[in-house]
């Protein structure tokens, strides 16, 4: 009973930890928008979006290709072979993201001397580059402390990086190029966070290890990267495609009016990034049906919270688009009951597909990924040639959908599969 106690006070404070931190990053993230909105053209704002978005999708890539693999190995590494595996992964991780950097950057330089971007554009990509690479460095630190337990010190951390982030993005409104002020203070609050993880895992992460290690994860992580990036595409890559089909306003009215639902998504993430370790010890010891039943209580909780957050959403609307944002998007109403409803499915989605990414099903669930991603985007085309806006929410939506469906289907599956290994008997039968 004791056991069962202190089990229990461990899994609540991690959580809690967890909760909170991602409490504390939804509160800047809202408020780095608001800020945007409220005082900076639209265009603007919707040049941050568009870049804030390119580092989602990096950090992303990063944290499927390393992190997955990662949590599957290391319930079997002793204290040593964790710290050498960290200390080769982060040598990997600085060479590769200085060469993607420098490659970028010219890029951007020699698209702007051959006339391709004008003066603001290539300002906007070049800030971009040092986000991006800032982000990549801080979340692969916090990457490790998550997977070793340790949140209350990722809180600790990410407080100095709301502060600068904060605080930078109040001065950047003050300036004509506002969006790449708001990606500079970002690039350094991650820098300053970064040096603060680094301390705290100084004795974590060996400092003479050999690189070389990316390359013995490069297959499972390219699978689990793959759906992850897959995922993006109709998650977050419908801003691209609205820049291209309607304008920067209308990513800007999508933003804002997803904004008011970033709650959900980083506590999403947050409960996740400590979530996914926990599933993977109950997978190894408990097996897929029972994992599947505790994850499906996650699932639950969330979706409720979903819908009572929504609902206070709703009722505030008014004065969340007119008095605070000092918007008034076209169908923002619409578009508001649609993000809900897009946010509910995602919640339950997320902690059901665990049982097949940790069993290792990463060719199936990309394939089940692409597929969902080419109908949102085909629908988001469309709809929004005839709907505007509208029609990119509504391609989401049936994208998601149908991927619900399928990682429910592939979950299922993987039970099934135990069941048959517990009784073999079944099938000569």
């Known amino acids: 009973m004791t056991r069962t106690r202190l089990s229990a006070s461990r899994l609540a404070r991690l959580f809690g930890s967890s909760i909170a931190d991602q409490a504390m990053l939804s509160a800047a993230n809202f408020g780095v928008g608001l800020i945007l909105i ?11 979006i568009l870049a804030f978005n390119t580092m989602m999708l990096l950090t992303t890539l990063q944290g499927t290709f390393i992190g997955t693999p990662m949590v599957i190995r290391l319930p079997a590494l002793d204290e040593a072979a964790r710290r050498q595996w960290m200390g080769s992964l982060l040598r990997d991780q600085k060479w590769l993201g200085a060469a993607g950097g420098a490659l970028a950057l010219a890029v951007a330089l020699a698209g702007w001397a051959m006339g391709l971007f004008d003066g603001e554009s290539t300002l906007v990509v070049v800030a971009a580059i040092g986000l991006v690479l800032a982000a990549l460095y801080r979340e692969y630190l916090r990457g490790i402390l998550l ?31 506002a969006a790449a002020g708001a990606l500079l203070a970002g690039t350094m ?20 290890a050999a690189p070389g290690r990316l390359r013995e994860i490069a297959r499972m992580g390219f699978w689990a990267a793959s759906g992850g990036v897959i995922y993006w595409l109709f998650n977050q890559g ?3 495609l609205t820049a291209a089909t309607l304008d920067l306003a209308a990513v800007a009215a999508l933003a804002a009016s997803r904004l008011t639902l970033m709650p959900i998504n980083l506590l999403l993430a947050g409960m996740q990034k400590q979530l996914t ?5 109950w997978m190894h010891g408990m097996g897929a049906r029972r994992t599947l039943r505790r994850l499906m209580l996650f699932s639950l909780a969330l979706a409720l919270f979903t819908l009572l957050y929504g609902a206070v959403i709703w009722l505030l609307r008014d004065w969340i688009f007119l008095d605070l944002m000092r918007k008034d998007f076209p169908q923002r109403d619409l578009l508001l009951v649609l993000w809900i409803g897009l946010f509910v499915l995602m919640v339950i989605r997320e902690p059901i597909m665990m049982v097949p990414l940790l069993r290792q099903r990463f060719r199936a669930l990309s394939a089940a990924t692409l597929v969902c991603a080419l109908i949102a985007l085909a629908i988001s085309y469309v709809g929004m040639l005839q709907l505007g806006p509208i029609g990119a929410v509504i391609g989401i939506l049936t994208g998601e959908a149908c991927y619900g469906l399928a990682v429910i289907v592939m979950a299922w599956r993987e039970v099934r599969r135990d069941d048959g290994d517990a009784f073999p008997s079944y099938r000569t039968r």
């Open 238 to 240: 419908y801003n691209f």
């Open 189 to 208: 609050a991650a820098l300053a966070c970064a040096g603060v993880l680094r301390r705290v895992l100084a004795s974590d992460i060996e400092r003479d």
């Open 147 to 177: 997977m070793y337990h340790r949140p209350q010190q990722v809180l600790g951390a990410d407080a100095i990086y709301v502060a600068v982030l904060l605080a930078g993005c109040a001065l950047a409104v003050k300036t004509p190029v």
């Open 277 to 281: 370790p926990l599933a993977s010890v």
């Open 38 to 48: 409220r005082y900076a053209a639209e265009a603007q704002y919707g040049y941050y």
